[in-house]
């Protein structure tokens, strides 16, 4: 059984190759292997594009400069580029994903305290709190959160999205709501 692996089109020896050469000083091997980098980086975050994990193609493009990025800086230390790639492109997405769930957590917050101009809920508010509520919420819940507030689409957009009735799509984002609501309280 042949235990290489294959990335797209050139394997991990052939990676090792280039990276030992890059380091040596070699250029056009640096060169070589930043565009298998990069090749390698987008084809991983446009795979999580086409789950729905990212919201558009350039995030996939921007996160994967991003590691191109930490390849070019940290390439001399890299001693398994295998291992290295594996773990910047999960970090790097990891990263993002909770940059994101503080951006929703601000924009829910705002929605909530805009419903009631008058009341004090916002002066107790904790984004914090908000934050892992929403993180506790089942995967469903969570993306329609997402989608109202973060993405600002409205109810008959996000059921088109999500192939369900507009009905269903707003009674399970008000009784989402509902529920952290009451459990900020």
Same mark, same amino acid.
């Given at each position: 059984?042949?235990?290489?692996?294959?990335?797209?089109?050139?394997?991990?020896?052939?990676?090792?190759?280039?990276?030992?050469?890059? *380091?040596?000083?070699?250029?056009?091997?640096?060169?070589?292997?930043?565009?298998?980098?990069?090749?390698?980086?987008?084809?991983?975050?446009?795979? +999580?594009?086409?789950?729905?994990?990212?919201?558009?193609? /350039?995030?996939?493009?921007?996160?994967?400069?991003?590691?191109?990025?930490?390849?070019?800086?940290?390439?001399?230390?890299? =001693?398994?580029?295998?291992?290295?790639?594996?773990?910047?492109?999960?970090?790097?997405?990891?990263?993002?994903?909770? +940059? #994101?769930? +503080? #951006?929703?957590?601000?924009?829910?917050?705002?929605?909530?305290? /805009?419903?009631?101009?008058?009341? *004090?809920?916002?002066?107790?508010?904790?984004? #914090?709190?908000?934050?892992?509520?929403?993180?506790?919420?089942?995967?469903?819940?969570?993306?329609?959160?997402?989608?109202?507030?973060?993405?600002?689409?409205?109810?008959?957009?996000?059921?088109?999205?999500? *192939?369900? *009735?507009?009905?269903?799509?707003? +009674?399970?984002?008000?009784?989402?709501? =509902?529920?952290?609501?009451?459990?900020? =309280?």
């Amino acid at each position: 059984m042949n235990n290489t692996k294959t990335y797209q089109t050139f394997t991990n020896s052939e990676l090792t190759v280039l990276l030992n050469s890059a *380091n040596a000083g070699d250029i056009r091997s640096f060169n070589e292997l930043s565009k298998h980098i990069r090749s390698i980086s987008f084809s991983y975050f446009l795979t +999580k594009y086409k789950s729905g994990k990212l919201k558009n193609r /350039d995030d996939a493009d921007d996160l994967a400069n991003n590691v191109f990025l930490a390849f070019s800086d940290q390439y001399k230390k890299i =001693e398994n580029i295998e291992h290295w790639l594996r773990r910047v492109l999960f970090l790097t997405f990891v990263s993002w994903y909770k +940059k #994101q769930k +503080k #951006q929703l957590s601000s924009a829910l917050y705002e929605n909530i305290a /805009d419903k009631d101009p008058q009341s *004090n809920f916002g002066d107790n508010i904790d984004l #914090q709190k908000i934050a892992l509520i929403v993180s506790e919420l089942n995967e469903s819940k969570q993306i329609i959160i997402k989608m109202r507030f973060w993405e600002g689409l409205k109810f008959n957009e996000i059921s088109e999205k999500l *192939n369900k *009735n507009e009905a269903a799509v707003k +009674k399970m984002l008000y009784r989402t709501l =509902e529920e952290i609501r009451n459990k900020l =309280e």
